[in-house]
């Protein structure tokens, strides 16, 4: 790993369901009126997410998108497997959506 290469690979893992899926990524929105504003859905502290990453995300990461890759193989197996590409950034950093 690099000092580089890290944000850069975080940042990719974190793109992958939009990638497997080519869905856009998800808003929240709220409407009030006629104002329509973008809320943000609040993060664990990043001191939190950070040790979560090195003591467990990047193996529980690789185990998960192991499995995923496992279950594409079969048709009723890519319901599951996109639904875990899906959920892909919040095991490795507890990303909220």
Excluded: H
């Amino acid at each position: 790993m690099t000092i580089v290469g890290l944000p850069v690979g975080l940042w990719m893992l974190n793109r992958m369901p939009q990638v497997v899926t080519l869905a856009p990524q998800r808003n929240n929105l709220v409407i009030v009126g006629n104002q329509v504003y973008q809320s943000s859905v609040p993060q664990r502290p990043f001191l939190i997410r950070a040790l979560w990453f090195v003591l467990v995300g990047w193996w529980l990461s690789a185990l998960w998108l192991l499995v995923a890759w496992a279950l594409s193989v079969s048709i009723i197996g890519m319901v599951f497997a996109f639904w875990m590409f899906d959920r892909v950034p919040a095991i490795i950093t507890l990303a909220r959506r």
